[in-house]
Structures are given as C-alpha cells and as structure tokens.
C-alpha cells in the first residue's frame, strides 16, 4: 500500500500487528525499513518483488525485537542487501546478545526465556553481520535524517524527511486503535527515557505523516496529534 509516492507499506504482517515499510530513493533503489516475524519475509520478498527486487539494497532496523527483524536474515540473504542499524543495537540484530526487558528479578529471567522461544519455535535466525552503524542526527542516502529514540530498547532510532514531513518512529509509540500510544510496557524498561524520546519527536517541527511500528499511518493532523501525545504524557 502506497502511504504517500515513494513510500509503501507492506500489508498483513504477523496478521496486520507489524508494520514494515519500503522507501524509494532518489538514485532509484529501495530501503527496507524492519522486517517483521520471521514468517514475515516471503510476504516482504514478495511485495518487493511488485516493485523490482533488483533495486532493494538496503534495509535499515530501527530496533531489534523480534517483530521487527524476524525476517532480517531471510530477506538480507535473497537480496543482499546492506543491512543498517544503531551502533548501541548492533549486537542485539546480530544475535550476540540478548534483549533486555529491564533490571526487576522478573525481567532479567524472562529476556533469555523469551530469545529460547523465538530462535527454537519461531524459526527465528539472526543476520550474520551488520554491514553499517549510524548514529544520532546523521543524514542517510535516503534523505532521511536519523533520531536516536531510546526507551523502548536503548538503540532505537526513529528517521524522519524534513522536506516531506515524514516521520517513520519505530516503536517509539504506536497508533493502535486511533489513537497514539506508548510502547508496550512490559518490552519497554526505561519508560522514563521513552517518555522523553516521544517529547523529543513532538519537538519536530512540520511533521506531515507519521509511520509506527504497529498501527495505521497517521496522516490527518500528524503534528497537532503528536504534540497532544506529547503533552498528554506531562499530565500523567
């Protein structure tokens, strides 16, 4: 589905909960940006395929969970694409380390439970290597300029088009059921720092079009929503 010309999100992954999303660029080739479960990636191949899988040669992550690189790996290796992410997330995308949950008794016992789960029962395989590490406010091919959003996890990043106001978030927040909202709470440790991260976004100035890792693009009053969202957060 086409959110606005040049930007495409692939429908109907993990049932319609995951949002991955395609970015034509300006010297012709395609950006993947995060690949959804692991069962994730045909659908992905295929929707690139509609669009010329000759010309996919990037894929950037925004975080890694494993709804958002479970087909990293699958979709890396039929195309050979350059895989991109935040230098604070590498070794999590690449499997070397676990996703934390948090610092409770709990989570520190859940987080190795829940990477047994995805690698033996969801077919879950990480990449083998990250080809390319960015960092805050660096300005990418795609004309997208990177923001580092931690909270949710520490690498987060979100990328946003200043001349288009796009603004492509992650999980920094998601737009469930219309409304903007704040990532999971339980996958999210630091919930102070993703508060501050969302303020961060709202700060933006002309956002047009606003892409979550869950939910549907938001493009009627982008701006004045997260704003509100923003500020809503002060009042809890």
Same mark, same amino acid.
């Given at each position: ?7 495409? $999100?692939?429908? %109907?992954?993990? %049932? *319609?909960?995951? @949002?991955?999303? /395609?970015?034509? +660029? ?9 690949? *959804? ?44 694409? +350059? /895989? ?8 999590? &995308?690449? *499997? ?12 520190? =016992? ?16 990480? &990449?083998?290597?990250?080809?390319? $590490? ?9 004309? $997208? ?13 979100? $990328?946003?088009?200043?001349? +288009? ?11 469930? %059921?219309?409304?903007? @909202?704040?990532?999971? =709470? ?26 979550? %890792? ?15 969202? =923003? ?6």
């Amino acid at each position: 589905m086409q959110i606005v010309p040049g930007l495409h $999100l692939v429908d %109907g992954m993990a %049932g *319609g909960i995951v @949002n991955a999303y /395609v970015w034509e +660029r300006p010297d012709g080739g395609l950006t993947l940006i995060d690949t *959804g479960m692991p069962k994730d990636a045909a659908k992905i191949l295929a929707f690139v395929r509609s669009l010329d899988s000759e010309r996919l040669d990037r894929i950037i992550v925004t975080h890694g969970d494993i709804d958002h690189i479970g087909g990293l790996a699958e979709v890396q290796s039929a195309t050979g694409a +350059r /895989v991109i992410c935040h230098a604070v997330e590498k070794e999590v &995308v690449e *499997g070397s380390k676990i996703r934390e949950m948090g610092s409770s008794v709990f989570s520190r =016992a859940y987080s190795p439970l829940a990477d047994a789960v995805t690698r033996r029962f969801m077919g879950y395989k990480p &990449v083998d290597h990250v080809d390319e $590490l960015v960092l805050d406010k660096q300005m990418l091919p795609e004309g $997208l300029q990177v923001i580092h959003v931690p909270g949710h996890t520490p690498g987060q990043i979100a $990328l946003y088009q200043a001349d +288009r106001g796009i603004l492509i978030v992650g999980d920094a927040f998601g737009s469930r %059921g219309g409304k903007l @909202n704040m990532p999971t =709470a339980m996958a999210t440790p630091r919930k102070d720092i993703a508060r501050d991260s969302i303020r961060k976004l709202a700060a933006l100035k002309d956002v047009e079009v606003i892409c979550c %890792g869950h939910g549907a693009p938001v493009t009627v009053d982008a701006q004045a929503r997260l704003q509100a969202f =923003a500020e809503s957060l002060d009042e809890g």
